[in-house]
């Protein structure tokens, strides 16, 4: 029998901004929460050490990926609950700065995990979301100061009022084509593969929204958003803001209350709706 306990996913949260955010919705979430990673024993370790603090988030392996991953963890929320109330996308990678690989290599592995990994987690659990359900998509200001980097042309194309799922597909198809041509840069876009993985976080987010509001179910919410500069590995720990507070706006768009109407399909930071880019 499946249970109509609310639930609660987190991508990516074996450790860094993810595991805070899991931290958060087991003290503030009336619902189970679900501690995913791509790496089993990395995901049991950080259970035992949120048990270690008497919080009981469970564990599912899901790698981005992995589509094989992505329909087990569907397969699983379909027969133990009966749908998804939070889903937040949050697990990422970035290159280092001294990283040797050729750029056109960085782009296609970061937008095919950040992007591809991101939007593919979405086709598979997004049939599952209930109404009043709340998607958290964690981008980055680097989407914002990548996109102001691109060219005019380039940035009227993100901006376009009929932007859809399949629009943001094309544009992310075409800026891996153009890094593996050489083209990128007279094409329009700069020389940073996460931030423009992360422009295709938010513009996803945005066109989501669209379709959300066309959804026979009611009041579903998606928010890209910026956790600040945080200290994980991801940026070496040069970050100045805790895991908590990184996790911060992700758990306040996540726990966002019935029938909300902003903010709604909005790129936000600390709390605050932001014009992007
Ligand atoms: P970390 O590197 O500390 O953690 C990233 C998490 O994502 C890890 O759990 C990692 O798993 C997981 N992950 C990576 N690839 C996959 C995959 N294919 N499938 C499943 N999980 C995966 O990074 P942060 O906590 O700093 O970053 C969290 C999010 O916040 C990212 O989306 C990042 O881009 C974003 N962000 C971070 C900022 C910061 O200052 N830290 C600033 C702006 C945005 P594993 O341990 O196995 O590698």
Partial sequence: MS??????????ANKGIGYAIVRGLCKQFDGDVILTARNEGNGQEAIKKLNGEGLKPMFHQLDLDDVGSIDRMKAFLQKTY????????????????????????????????????????????????????????????????????????????????????????????????????????????????????????????????????????????????CPGYVDTDMTSHKGKKTIDQGADTPLYLALLPPNTTSPKGNYVSDRKIKTWP
């Fill in 3 to 12: 249970s109509s306990r609310r639930v609660a996913v987190v991508t990516g």
């Fill in 82 to 225: 009966t749908g998804l109330d939070i889903l937040v996308n949050n697990a990422g990678i970035a290159f280092k700065m001294a990283a040797k690989e050729p750029f056109a290599q960085q782009a296609e592995v970061t937008v095919a995990t950040n992007f591809w990994g991101t939007l593919n987690v979405c086709k598979g659990l997004f049939p599952l979301l209930k109404p009043h359900a709340r998607v958290v998509n964690v981008s980055s200001m680097s989407s914002s100061s990548a996109a102001k980097k691109c060219s005019p042309e380039m940035r009227s194309k993100f901006l376009v009022p009929d932007l859809d799922v399949a629009k943001v597909e094309e544009l992310m198809t075409k800026f891996v084509n153009s890094a593996k041509d050489g083209s990128y840069e007279k094409k329009g876009w700069c020389q940073s593969a996460y931030g423009c993985s992360k422009i295709g976080v938010t513009l996803l987010s945005f066109a989501q929204q669209k379709e959300f509001n066309k959804d026979s179910r009611a009041d579903i919410v998606v928010n890209a958003c």
